[in-house]
């Protein structure tokens, strides 16, 4: 019995100091903060976050793989069911802002981890290949051929995507100042703008008056 309350007090632990963790680096980035910092955030001494994670990296690599992770299943989880082309991008681009309305953190973070001079020594190619193996990237390059797609590179559409989707929510402070908004107004704002956005996205990509 002893062994087993044991075990289970290391595994709370454990998790104790990695949301801690989580939530030091998404506010301060990796060369923003102390292994003391985090330390201090879960309540335990910066020995015992050594013990279970080595270093201060090691404990940076498994938050930032982790909020990497989260970040693309919500692509994945559209890419790979069986709807449209276009009904698939239409649902990404709201669940796109349903997740970022939960994680408005994450774009930032990300970006600015991957701007870092080592790009956060961490292979991104798995998570890539995790979308690529949907198969959407055949897909839009098959509907293009059979001219259901505007003609566009493969690059160009996620980032059309992303920068009207992530932009909004990572310029919220600046706009909200901008134009004197509440943030209950700004997210009732964003509301409306991700229609705005499915329209305008959906019938660039796809609108037979728009194809190329």
Known sequence: MCQIVAMKKDATTEEKIREAARQVFLAKGFDG??????????GENVALVNYYFRSKSQLFRIVFEA???????????VFSSNRSLQ????????????????????PNFIL?????????AID???????????????????????GKMRQISIPSI???????????????????????????QYTENLKVHREHVKTMLVDFLFSKNSIL
């Open 33 to 42: 903060c102390t292994s003391r910092e985090i330390a201090k955030a879960a």
């Open 67 to 77: 909020a990497m992770e989260d970040f693309v299943m919500s692509m994945i989880s």
């Open 87 to 106: 009904d698939k991008m239409s649902i990404f681009i709201e669940k796109e802002y349903e997740f970022l309305e939960k994680h408005p953190e994450l």
């Open 112 to 120: 600015n981890e991957m701007n870092r001079e080592d790009g956060c």
């Open 124 to 146: 991104h190619n798995a998570l890539f290949e995790k979308v690529a193996a949907t198969g959407i990237f055949e897909e839009c390059i098959r509907a293009q051929k059979e």
């Open 158 to 184: 996620p980032i059309l995507i992303m920068s009207n989707c992530h932009y909004p929510v990572m310029a919220r402070n600046l706009m909200k100042s901008l134009h004197g908004m509440t943030d209950e």
